[in-house]
């Protein structure tokens, strides 16, 4: 029901898991700032219901930081916009990258997103029988 907040995320040091880090601080420095310009566009589109952009924004920014809390509010987004397949693979990508990518942020989203993972693959599974039944 909630959206991650990344307060502490904008924190984080980019070059430890950043796709394009230059050698140089003023690369390091550039991909930070866009990072955060994502990050921040992203939450205010979330907030504004606006999902597929909050979608771009927040995978701009993965692909700048990989950070599972990006991965969570995809996730959310695309549950809201009712695309509960797309929902479903953002979910079970936070949990593999909340395990490759431990953070502080993303440990107490875990049992969430773990309910979320189980109640949609149990919606597709009535689905299904129910075409298979038609």
């Given at each position: 029901?909630?959206?991650?907040?990344?307060?502490?995320?904008?924190?984080?040091?980019?070059?430890?898991?950043?796709?394009?880090?230059?050698s140089t601080n003023v690369g390091?420095?550039?991909?930070?700032?866009?990072?955060?310009?994502?990050?921040?566009?992203?939450?205010?589109?979330?907030?504004?219901?606006?999902?597929?952009?909050?979608?771009?924004?927040?995978?701009?920014?993965?692909?700048?930081?990989?950070?599972?809390?990006?991965?969570f509010n995809i996730a959310q987004?695309?549950?809201?916009?009712?695309?509960?397949?797309?929902?479903?693979?953002?979910?079970?990508?936070?949990?593999?990258?909340?395990?490759t990518y431990p953070h502080v942020?993303?440990?107490?989203?875990?049992?969430?997103?773990?309910?979320?993972?189980?109640?949609?693959?149990?919606?597709?599974?009535?689905?299904?029988?129910?075409?298979?039944?038609?």
């Amino acid at each position: 029901m909630r959206m991650a907040l990344i307060g502490l995320l904008l924190a984080i040091p980019i070059d430890a898991h950043a796709a394009d880090s230059g050698s140089t601080n003023v690369g390091a420095r550039g991909i930070k700032q866009r990072f955060v310009a994502h990050v921040q566009a992203g939450i205010r589109l979330f907030q504004e219901q606006r999902w597929d952009e909050a979608i771009k924004e927040y995978e701009s920014a993965y692909l700048l930081n990989i950070q599972p809390v990006l991965m969570f509010n995809i996730a959310q987004a695309h549950r809201r916009a009712q695309r509960l397949i797309e929902a479903q693979l953002s979910y079970e990508a936070f949990l593999r990258d909340a395990r490759t990518y431990p953070h502080v942020e993303a440990e107490p989203l875990i049992p969430e997103a773990e309910t979320y993972v189980s109640a949609l693959r149990a919606s597709r599974d009535v689905v299904r029988l129910n075409s298979e039944k038609a």
